[in-house]
């Protein structure tokens, strides 16, 4: 069963950056299709990236309340996948979580994710 542990989490004031990392094992992460989930308090978690590998080129999607600030990204050598996140808002509070083995490649959805991180908590105050 493959095993995420997430890092990179903290506080940060708004307009700030902040770099998330998810440091995979039992799998190579070459062969995953992998996300970013976060869960606000008093909400439900939502995913808000995800990548995986199509004919040797990365493939990406972002929810439309981090496109253009967030980008994931993956670190084949280390085995590490990634999230660079910009421009933060206090909106983007919350708990952070990598997942892993969609069932269905480059889904934002929850439930097509099968190996969850435990989480890394980011604050942004304004």
């Known amino acids: 069963q493959v095993q995420l542990v997430e890092s990179g989490g903290g506080s940060v004031q708004a307009g700030g950056s902040q770099r998330l990392a998810c440091v995979v094992s039992?799998?190579?992460?070459?062969?995953?299709?992998m996300g970013w989930f976060r869960q606000a308090p008093g909400k439900e978690r939502e995913g808000i990236a995800s990548i995986y590998t199509r004919s040797g080129m990365p493939m990406t999607a972002y929810s439309d309340s981090v496109k253009g600030r967030f980008t994931i990204s993956k670190d084949i050598a280390k085995n590490t996948l990634y999230l660079q996140m910009t421009s933060l808002k206090p909106e983007d509070t919350g708990m952070y979580y990598c997942a892993a083995v969609a069932t269905s490649c480059g889904s934002l959805g929850t439930g097509d994710y099968i190996s969850w991180g435990q989480g890394t908590q980011v604050t942004v105050s304004s």
């Open positions: 039992e799998y190579t992460l070459k062969s995953l299709c």
